[in-house]
């Protein structure tokens, strides 16, 4: 609880660095549309208000333009996540069935679930976007900067 009130967080994590504490905010969005700025900036103002390190939100939806750069410029850490059979493309003449995640796993060796991770890239203004599966401290590198 804070000075503005009680907020409903998903999830926070807590760690010690260095003698150093440590909290990061986290959203899970399960939505069908795409993630859009006030969301973002919705959680933003939560990690200010009760002074919490770092803000992620992890959505299965994608995120509009306006919400990547408002994170981008805030710190939030956004990540997609879907299903590893989705990032399996065939070109055919006829439409190919979807794979099951059991198929795609077993067939193709692609992982049930994998994360898109968005960052600033290299050039000013522009967004890099990291798929990461399987690797947890890959993951967690990214988005804590742990």
Do not use: W
């Not at 919490?52 to 306006?66: E, L, M, N, Y």
């Not at 193709?108 to 401290?137: D, M, N, R, W």
Request: aromatic letters at 6%; charged letters at 20%.
């Amino acid at each position: 609880m804070t000075r503005c009130g009680e907020y409903d967080i998903d999830a926070t994590v807590r760690f010690r660095v260095a003698g150093a504490d440590f909290l990061v905010l986290i959203e899970a969005k399960l939505h069908r549309n795409p993630i859009k700025r006030e969301i973002v900036q919705i959680l933003h103002s939560k990690v200010v208000s009760v002074g919490a390190q770092k803000g992620v939100i992890v959505s299965t939806a994608p995120f509009q333009s306006g919400a990547l750069d408002f994170a981008l410029e805030h710190g939030i850490a956004l990540v997609a996540l879907t299903e590893g059979r989705f990032t399996y493309e065939v070109r055919t003449r006829e439409p190919a069935p979807p794979l099951t995640r059991e198929k795609a796993s077993e067939i193709c060796g692609l992982p049930k679930f994998v994360a898109h991770c968005y960052s600033p890239g290299e050039e000013p203004g522009s967004i890099q976007v990291t798929v990461v599966s399987g690797q947890p401290k890959y993951a967690a590198e990214l988005l804590l900067g742990a």
